[in-house]
């Protein structure tokens, strides 16, 4: 158990819906990145925020948006959803900025239908 | 040309066998390196992290950094079933720089 929490696990939706994802990092970590992983495909890097602040932005959609909340979980809102955002959703977090070792949480999984 | 190259598999081997994963990148500044395990479906969990050069060894699994050559190995020893899985490498160039990822080996152990 990594310490990093994901709600929820499985996620359901349409075309067009919007949902959000919910991440809890590991206690004391002050960085949370979200990734993208599709069927059989690598990480993608979304975006990461570091105590509340966004920090670096990957290949996030313009549809998807992100924050980090003072209690330092965060959430990752995904709207006008397509098909092809089908995907796990992780949230990993790390004690600083970047560049150290991140644990990754048990991933979201999202069905578009 | 990606920053870090790591060839997506996948990669047969019989149980008992050493594996050697590896990774090339291109940026000489890299100076820590990770190893990551994901099995199907889950999340990826760390398995080694080394700084610089040099090798470091963690029961079965042996890292290994190569900086004049920009490569990276990871060696399982004795490999299992149980370690068949997806490695993903993945470097940075200090504590405030993001992690670059490699696409990930995927890795099948036979009985």
């Known amino acids: 158990d990594s310490g990093v929490t994901q709600t929820p696990k499985h996620l359901i939706t349409a075309t067009g819906q919007r949902v959000t994802l919910r991440c809890s990092p590991r206690?004391?970590?002050?960085?949370v990145y979200w990734y993208q992983q599709s069927l059989d495909q690598g990480l993608q890097f979304l975006i990461q925020?570091?105590?509340?602040?966004?920090?670096a932005k990957g290949n996030i959609l313009e549809r998807f948006s992100a924050q980090q909340f003072p209690d330092l979980h965060s959430e990752l809102n995904l709207s006008s959803l397509e098909l092809g955002d089908s995907a796990l959703y992780f949230c990993?977090?790390?004690?600083?900025?970047?560049?150290?070792?991140?644990?990754f949480g048990p991933g979201t999984r999202l069905l578009v239908l | 040309q990606k920053e870090v190259e790591q060839d997506p598999g996948p990669l047969s081997v019989p149980e008992g066998a050493i594996v050697s994963l590896n990774c090339t990148y291109s940026?000489?500044?890299?100076?820590?390196f990770m190893w990551y395990r994901q099995y199907s479906r889950k999340g990826p969990e760390l398995l080694m992290y080394?700084?610089s050069s040099g090798n470091k060894e963690d029961g079965r699994f042996t890292a290994q950094v190569d900086k004049s050559s920009k490569y990276i190995s990871l060696f399982i020893r004795d490999s299992q079933p149980s370690d068949s899985a997806t490695y993903l490498c993945?470097?940075?160039?200090?504590?405030?720089?993001?992690?670059?990822w490699g696409a990930g080996t995927k890795l099948i152990i036979k009985p």
């Open positions: 925020y570091y105590n509340g602040e966004e920090r």
């Open positions: 940026n000489s500044a890299f100076q820590y």
């Open positions: 080394t700084y």
């Open positions: 990993a977090s790390s004690a600083r900025r970047g560049g150290e070792t991140q644990y």
């Open positions: 993945a470097m940075s160039e200090n504590s405030n720089y993001q992690l670059i």
């Open positions: 206690s004391g970590d002050l960085s």
